[in-house]
């Protein structure tokens, strides 16, 4: 092992879980060298919240993940909390504000938590390479690996990929820790796009396509039965199709040709209101309508009924309130697809978590080889959770190493 730089553990990838496994290793004695084909740290996180960072989730439980075995992050979860997170961040005199439904971001930039995670990597004397491309990976007969980069050999005796998923491919990402899983036989959750907008045929969405920009509260389910998946928040019409929290959430269930359903007015039982409200009611629906909703979608959800704009809702036949309010209540429409990986916040599907230690994130076929993070087959809901599951399994392998 005398040419090339050696090192007790090569990690792949610099982001959010990357930097974390390497700084746990690095100040546990290891010698730790940290690869990135990127030349700017972190570009991830910097986007992340706004440039804000939504960096966890306090209410965070195997329960907010997806996966073909959900249990399996249970024990690195539990292991390193939200807390335990936070507590670094006060070790920086980090401060950090909670936004909605535990969501936390720093109340100054994305690049406290950068600066974070480059400082605790400077206390473990991480090596760096930025700027740097892994052209082939080899496994010698001593178990160590040998990695042929853009900057010379690099020699370690375990190797962790944390290389994330295909989500904003724009920043680089790739399917590149895939193909090492496959590279060396391990089997592979097929990917595709999560926390991101549903698109819908042009023809059908022709004539709601003048709501782009209107929100609402909403509930979204897909589903049927014990497969039912539903959320509860806002919803943002766009040019193409969906967006807004609520579809991001609900995308990450949705299967291609099944519909979903949409309750647009949650807070109310519409059929029994209009009806009770209707006796010598001289206003007119899309008023009424007007007072609970944006009024451009009820412009629009009246002309789609073929309702107009003079309509008074004391001439509207009971039936015709309830055809109205049935719709409104269970609105299913059929996806045709997702906005892709150039709109998604994270990719669902990746290493199989049968192939991994739950405890160590090593993979059971080839000692001193782990998958950390977003190119593991567990993909977090929207709201931070994605972050802490980077955190957790950094340090679950970091401590092992």
């Given at each position: 092992m005398s040419n090339g730089a050696v090192f007790d553990v090569a990690i792949i990838g610099a982001g959010a879980a990357g930097m974390m496994c390497a700084a746990v290793a690095g100040q546990r004695g290891r010698k730790v060298v940290l690869i990135d084909h990127a030349t700017k740290l972190a570009e991830k996180i910097r986007i992340s919240g706004g440039g804000r960072c939504n960096f966890t989730n306090l209410g965070t439980t195997h329960q907010q993940f997806?996966?073909?075995?959900?249990?399996?992050?249970?024990?690195?979860?539990?292991?390193?909390t939200p807390q335990d997170f936070l507590a670094l961040l006060a070790k920086y005199k980090v401060t950090w504000h909670e936004k909605h439904k535990?969501?936390?971001?720093?109340?100054?930039?994305?690049?406290?938590?950068?600066?974070v995670l480059r400082a605790?990597?400077?206390?473990?004397?991480?090596?760096?390479?930025?700027?740097?491309?892994?052209?082939?990976?080899?496994?010698?007969?001593?178990?160590?690996?040998?990695?042929?980069?853009?900057?010379?050999?690099?020699?370690?005796?375990?190797?962790?990929?944390?290389?994330?998923g295909m989500a904003i491919p724009q920043l680089g990402a790739s399917d590149y820790g895939m193909k090492i899983a496959r590279q060396f036989g391990l089997k592979v959750v097929e990917p595709r796009p999560a926390l991101v907008p549903l698109t819908f045929d042009a023809d059908t969405w022709r004539r709601f396509s003048t709501l782009a920009g209107v929100s609402l509260e909403t509930v979204v389910a897909t589903g049927?039965?014990?497969?039912?998946?539903f959320f509860h928040e806002d919803l943002l019409f766009t040019h193409k199709g969906l967006s807004g929290p609520a579809i991001l959430q609900i995308s990450s269930y949705w299967e291609p040709g099944s519909p979903i359903m949409l309750n647009?007015?949650?807070a109310l039982n519409l059929e029994s209101g209009l009806i009770e409200k209707k006796s010598g009611n001289r206003q007119q629906l899309l008023t009424v309508l007007g007072g609970m909703w944006p009024k451009r979608l009820a412009e629009c959800w009246l002309e789609n009924m073929g309702i107009t704009a003079d309509t008074r809702l004391a001439d509207m036949p009971d039936k015709k309130i309830r055809e109205l309010a049935a719709l409104i209540h269970d609105w299913q429409l059929i996806p045709t697809g997702t906005a892709g990986y150039k709109k998604a916040e994270v990719m669902k599907g990746g290493v199989d978590t049968a192939e991994l230690d739950q405890k160590t994130m090593q993979t059971k076929k080839l000692p001193g080889l782990y998958f950390?993070?977003?190119?593991?087959?567990?993909?977090?809901?929207?709201?931070?959770y994605n972050f802490q599951w980077a955190w957790a399994s950094g340090v679950a392998c970091g401590q092992t190493l």
């Open positions: 997806i996966s073909n075995n959900v249990r399996f992050c249970r024990s690195a979860l539990s292991a390193y535990g969501q936390l971001f720093c109340d100054h930039s994305s690049e406290d938590i950068i600066h605790e990597c400077e206390l473990g004397k991480v090596a760096w390479r930025m700027g740097c491309s892994v052209n082939d990976i080899s496994r010698q007969e001593d178990q160590s690996f040998v990695l042929q980069t853009s900057t010379g050999t690099i020699r370690a005796t375990k190797l962790v990929v944390a290389t994330g049927a039965g014990k497969n039912k998946s647009l007015q949650p950390i993070g977003e190119v593991v087959d567990v993909t977090g809901w929207l709201g931070g």
